[in-house]
């Protein structure tokens, strides 16, 4: 219903939802191996199994974040898709940027701030995959691209998500890397809210 109500469902095919996976990467790679359709959604409330990049494991927290994963047909060369990563982290950001502009009714800038040195918008990238929070540097979420090649083609593309929303709490070993929206903005925000943005 909500991406009915952002005009989203005339470019989604169709979305799978699982309370609980491993992965929305794996729900992706497994469903394409099936022959699932272009612009295939898969989403869950917790996510047990996430990846990183390098095989690094990324945790969440029950029904608190969001992670989704995209699966895209684009019948491509492999290296055409190579910008697959940071396109998606600007497109994340910039949703990101969007959103909060809105809730604080501020307009989002499109250039760093001169007087601070510092990018305006709250949300940036740090090169490959990383959605950073700028005022204080720590990671907020994070893209992982996968593509399945065939006969020197990309059969498959996998864009996976996942953005710490509302959690408030992360293991010691990752609280001076990790924040999350919650921590940074001191609002909650409603996983659907974000995805359709």
């Known amino acids: 219903d909500a991406l009915q109500g952002h005009t ?3 470019w989604v095919s169709q979305v799978i939802y699982q309370p609980t996976a491993d992965s ?8 394409a191996e099936n022959g699932a359709p272009d612009k295939s959604l898969y989403i869950t409330g ?8 390098r095989g690094r494991i990324w945790l969440t927290e029950p029904e608190l ?13 492999p290296q055409k898709l190579a910008t697959a990563t940071l396109f998606a982290g600007l497109c994340a950001a910039e949703a990101l940027n969007d959103l ?6 501020m307009q989002p800038c499109q250039a760093p701030s001169v007087a601070g040195g510092q990018a305006c918008q709250p949300i940036g990238i740090k090169w ?14 994070g893209i992982l691209t996968e593509m399945v090649v065939e006969e020197n083609l990309a059969n498959a593309l996998i864009i996976g998500v996942g953005i710490n929303l509302n959690s408030s709490v992360f293991p010691p070993e990752l609280q001076q ?18 995805l359709c943005k």
Do not use: W
């Open 65 to 77: 974040n969001l992670t989704f994963s995209l699966l895209l047909r684009p019948d491509a060369q």
């Open 177 to 194: 890397s990790a924040t999350s929206l919650f921590l940074e903005t001191a609002t909650r925000h409603r996983r659907v809210d974000v």
């Open 128 to 141: 490959p995959n990383d959605l950073v929070s700028v005022r204080s540097g720590k990671k907020i979420g």
């Open 24 to 31: 929305t990467s794996l729900m992706a790679r497994r469903a």
């Open 8 to 10: 989203l469902d005339r």
């Open 46 to 53: 917790y996510q047990y199994s996430g990846r990183g990049r």
């Open 100 to 105: 909060l502009a809105a809730q604080t009714k």
